[in-house]
C-alpha cells in the first residue's frame, strides 16, 4: 500500500472541516465552492483536484464516518453493551461538530438515514428471536424500534450540547439496550 502524501491529506481534512464549519452556518444548498475554499484556504481549483463537488466532498465524509464506526463496532464485538457504547459516545463527542452538524442540518437528512441503516444493520447482529426475553417476536420490529431509539437518542444528546458526559450517557443508553436486545 503506498502512502498518501500529507500535504495531500492535510488539505482534504481542511476541506472536510470548512465544509462541515459552513454547514453548522448555513444551508448546504447555499455553500458554494469559493465558499468551501475560502474557509479551508485552498484554490477552487484545488478542491477539483480531489473531489467531484461540494456533494462529492460531503458523501465522502459521511462515508468516512460511518466507515469508522463500522470498524469501530468490528473491534467491539467483544465487549458488552455499555462498554462499547461508552466507546461509540467518545467517538461522537470526538466528533461533535461533524454529528451534531449533520444531525441538525436540514440538508444533511441523507446522512440521518445512513446511520440509522448502519445501526439497524449493527442491532440486526445482536437481536436473538429464537430464545429469552425476545422468543417469538418480530426481528424487524425489535431492530428498528432499538435503532431508532439509539439514533434519537445520540440526537438529542449532541443537539442539546452533550449534557452528560460520555460515560454516563454510554451507561444510561447501554443499560436501556441490554434491557431490550
Given at each position: 500500500?503506498?502512502?498518501?502524501?500529507?500535504?495531500?491529506?492535510?488539505?482534504?481534512?481542511?476541506?472536510?472541516?470548512?465544509?462541515i464549519?459552513?454547514?453548522?452556518?448555513?444551508n448546504?444548498?447555499?455553500?458554494?465552492?469559493?465558499?468551501?475554499?475560502d474557509?479551508?484556504?485552498?484554490?477552487?481549483?484545488?478542491?477539483?483536484?480531489?473531489?467531484?463537488?461540494?456533494?462529492?466532498?460531503?458523501?465522502?465524509?459521511?462515508?468516512e464516518?460511518?466507515?469508522?464506526?463500522?470498524?469501530?463496532?468490528?473491534?467491539?464485538?467483544?465487549?458488552?453493551?455499555?462498554?462499547?457504547?461508552?466507546?461509540?459516545m467518545?467517538?461522537?463527542?470526538?466528533?461533535?461538530?461533524?454529528f451534531?452538524?449533520?444531525?441538525?442540518?436540514?440538508?444533511?437528512?441523507?446522512?440521518?438515514?445512513?446511520?440509522?441503516?448502519?445501526?439497524?444493520?449493527?442491532?440486526r447482529?445482536?437481536?436473538?428471536?429464537?430464545?429469552?426475553?425476545?422468543?417469538g417476536?418480530?426481528?424487524?420490529?425489535?431492530?428498528?424500534f432499538?435503532?431508532?431509539?439509539?439514533?434519537?437518542?445520540?440526537?438529542?444528546?449532541?443537539?442539546n450540547?452533550?449534557?452528560?458526559?460520555?460515560?454516563?450517557?454510554?451507561?444510561?443508553?447501554?443499560?436501556l439496550?441490554?434491557?431490550i436486545?
Open positions: 500500500m503506498s502512502k498518501v502524501d500529507r500535504r495531500i491529506l492535510k488539505t482534504q481534512e481542511a476541506l472536510k472541516k470548512a465544509v464549519e459552513l454547514m453548522s452556518e448555513k448546504f444548498d447555499d455553500i458554494t465552492i469559493q465558499d468551501i475554499s474557509r479551508a484556504n485552498v484554490s477552487r481549483g484545488t478542491i477539483y483536484l480531489h473531489y467531484l463537488d461540494k456533494y462529492d466532498l460531503l458523501d465522502k465524509l459521511m462515508e464516518h460511518i466507515n469508522n464506526m463500522s470498524n469501530f463496532c468490528e473491534s467491539a464485538t467483544e465487549m458488552d453493551f455499555i462498554e462499547s457504547t461508552v466507546h461509540c467518545e467517538y461522537f463527542e470526538s466528533n461533535y461538530l461533524f451534531s452538524t449533520m444531525l441538525a442540518s436540514e440538508g444533511a437528512k441523507y446522512f440521518r438515514s445512513q446511520f440509522l441503516k448502519f445501526n439497524i444493520e449493527e442491532f447482529k445482536d437481536v436473538d428471536i429464537t430464545k429469552g426475553k425476545n422468543y417476536r418480530n426481528e424487524d420490529v425489535i431492530v428498528q432499538v435503532a431508532n431509539a439509539y439514533v434519537g437518542s445520540v440526537e438529542w444528546w449532541l443537539k450540547g452533550m449534557p452528560y458526559p460520555p460515560r454516563v450517557m454510554a451507561e444510561q443508553v447501554g443499560d439496550l441490554e434491557r436486545v
